[in-house]
């Protein structure tokens, strides 16, 4: 049932804490931190540094406003409304496609447009904004995500969370939602991680509320195989996302979508700790071996210099 | 970056907060511990009376200090009733008056009497004789033969008082006794033939105190005054002496009850005993005007009072600071547990642990539905904040109604505090599922009872209110928690797997 500080800490496993004072505190500048906390700001400030992210269909500022998105979705398949300022993946709406006057989400479940006004009302009166101060609503195109992966999901999109430290892409692993995760790719709420090579980019361990998993639960798709196209440009662009931002430490959330490539979804300024279950080992040693390395390097010699240091090899074909 | 200056700073704190704490206790004598508790008593008394229709005037005794007794403060309620409080030949007396009254009245009056066993009995003077005792045939012989018996059985009025009473008891009731108490109630009667022996003497009444009594009445008993001094004899039994549980409700002579107006007249008493620390041990006699006595205590008592509770508040709020750096338990609302602390130490545990889930319950069943009317945030979080209100005056009306005086403590919960509590939770619901409210509402609770468990600790609201200096070394301590890198107790269970192979 527990373990011992000395076990976790010969891992090299960080706490809450030691990420909350060591890391944040020390490295991410509180002024910086809306450039984060608003994605509309950080999509703004991802185009000026020719970071792909998803096409942007519009935003809603005004209750007034509401009115008019049903005007604004016409001619568009499937798209996605979020708050600017919600963390956590909250207040996130994705609808796959519309049929007529009903928008229908992934799981099948159809709103009215009626409900689809309500949950854009209630982003702006803060409900899911941090502190509940009043909120923009952004409308983006659905991303098609890469046909290689729907075997790998359920429902909701596969994401690729990259730790960057210092501008150094230390550990990354994918989000595969499931059933039990009700199509959300938090690995609290039961979504499976996968902890990813940075090296090459292939599956190294899979986790399911913290337990080894070697398949999806719900495709019954082995992990072994799962292997990220592009993964250099990926990790470029995560990189790239410190020059962009200033933050030291960073999370980075990437999507794969089958015609633009890797492209940026959000960042976060408080990137959680679960990446190091689903890699089955602690940041310590990496983030130690980057605060050594000077100051000043370009995006793609950091990523060289991680690819290279931080290789690992799968813990999944050897057991499988 | 050096970290010297913040060592500094918390060792500074430290030192200055020990120091300070350590000059109070040398220096003024402050006990380090809350000491003996003293028991005080509250009494209820309910007068009922029949009024008749037109003005009624109603005039009580009340009881004042005296020897093992000392009142503390006292309460009247009488809606429609204009209040008085008389000195009236050597008693305090209520008055209660009306212009108009008709049928069933109630009227309260309660009183805390603390058990001060220092306490005297006030000077009284002994009444004068009444000279205008007139009996009737064949009273007057039976009268002087009692006293004449008792007379020569004793020796001064205090045993001639004893032998008198025994003369009327039970068991050595002559005839003389027995054609008295025929005509006459006992207790006037024996302070009548006292008089007419030349003893100064009157019939008192006393409560009898004990521990959850209810629906009481007063005892009488007869004081026997011997120039300066006075005794208190039964009655019933003869035997001289107060008993410590008697608290002399009238001392003056005087009925107890006089209603104008009314008819039926009747007073019950009910009362319950508690214990509270020996605050007034603590008073500061010494009241330098030094910059170093700077202490509560040389506020007016009502602000005293009010500091006692903030001077807790960084208590539960060191609770909750290692509870989630510490522990890593999760609560809604970083510091929304101590104020939920605050509520039970008015509400005492139990009954604010029902309140907050019956409230937070229902709260929550009425918020589900508000989300179907889709209302804009603010708006929402005001109706549930009426909702709150409503839940509350329903729960206490409910439980006034079942008797249990103890729900009417509910309305001490912060009802925005509250509110928000549920509008948070019902949206944790509504995205994370119920096990998630579970986590969080339990930890909140959990947090919330530590903390007042903390928080109503009779010794630690004695240090943090007497030693100043505490503060300091709490803000020590929070500077240090603030300051710890290393791993959080449900964290040794979190990261277990990875450590497994």
Redesign the interface.
Known sequence: ?????A??H??G?I????RN??YIG?YNNRRLYPLVDDKLKTKLLAQEYGITTPALIGTVTT?FGVKHIGPMLVGHHGFVIKPAKGSGG?GILVIERIEGDRYIKPSGAQLTL?DVE?HV??IL???YSLG?SPDVALIEALINFDASFSEYTYEGVPDIRVIVFKGYPVMAMMRLSTAASDGKANLH?GAVGVGIDIASGTAIRG?QF???RHDHPDTGHELASLQISDWGTLLRLAAGCFEMTGLGYLGTDMVLDRDHGPMLLELNARPGLAI??AN???LRSRLDLIERQSEGVAPEERVAFSQHHFARSSELRETA | MSRLPFYLIVAFLLVAGVALSIHRHVQFEVPWTPGEQRQVWEIEAQVNFTAEGGPAKVNMALPSSQQGYRILTEHTASPGYGLAFLEENGGRRAEWSTREAIGDQQLYYSVQALVAPESRNPKVEAPPLRRDIVWESPYDTAASQVIERAWTRSADPFTFARELITDFTEERQGENARLLLTQFDRTPLLARLLNQAGVPAREVSGLLLEHGRRRQSLTPWIQVFDDQEWALFDPRTGARGRPDNLLLWESAGQAVLEVQGGSNSRIGFSMLSRNQPAAAAVRSELADDTLLNFSIHSLPLEDQALFQTILLIPIGALMVVILRVLVGIKTSGTFMPVLIALAFIQTTLITGLIGFLLVVAVGLVIRNYLSYLNLLLVARVTAVIITVIAIISVFSVLSYRFGLNAGLTITFFPMIILSWTIERMSILWEEEGPKQVLIQGGGSLLTAVLAYLAMNNPWIRHITFNFLGVQLILMALILLLGNYTGYRLLELRRFKPVTED
Do not use: Y
Request: cysteine-free.
């Open positions: 049932m527990w373990t011992t500080p076990r976790l010969a891992k496993i706490g809450m804490n030691r004072i060591r020390r209750q909250k009626g309500r009302s209630n009166s803060g409900l509940g709420q986790v913290d337990r080894t190091q279950m089955g080992e602690g």
